[in-house]
């Protein structure tokens, strides 16, 4: 589970405390990244847009997860062994959303080998 980043803290933090209005992002990125961590480079790697997560519910209020499949496609070259992921605001730069959390089991990515999570795969948590 991956948690608020600092950005994200501060931002919600003014937000409900009305010291200063936050616009949510009009699109939120995956990014994927490799032992160190470092986002994943390699031919045909971007961040995958996933604007698609539960809403919080009464039942537990401080976890959302993606309601969508994300797929990455297949890796055209060797895009090593992914370990973490984040959420982004950007495709390419941008503000970090959450925290960069480690993958459950990291994952050799040879080229032609599929790259995607279901639904429910990455949850994000406020804590």
């Known amino acids: 589970m991956a948690g608020f980043s600092r950005y994200s803290q501060r931002k919600l933090l003014d937000h409900v405390l009305k010291t200063s209005a936050y616009t949510p992002?009009?699109?939120?990125?995956?990014?994927?990244?490799n032992a160190g961590p470092t986002e994943c480079v390699g031919t045909a790697y971007a961040r995958e847009q996933c604007d698609v997560w539960d809403a919080a519910s009464d039942a537990d209020?401080?976890?959302?997860?993606?309601?969508g499949v994300i797929d990455f496609g297949n890796g055209a070259v060797d895009w090593g062994t992914l370990t973490h992921f984040a959420l982004y605001d950007d495709p390419t730069a941008g503000?970090?959303?959450s925290d960069i959390t480690a993958l459950t089991a990291p994952k050799v990515i040879n080229a032609g080998d599929p790259?995607?999570?279901p639904a429910g795969d990455l949850e994000v948590t406020l804590d």
């Not at 992002?25 to 990244?33: E, K, Q």
Request: net charge neutral; no cysteine; aromatic share 10%.
């Open 25 to 33: 992002p009009t699109s939120i990125h995956v990014a994927l990244f």
């Open 95 to 97: 503000n970090l959303l």
């Open 61 to 67: 209020p401080s976890v959302a997860a993606n309601t």
């Open 115 to 117: 790259v995607s999570f």
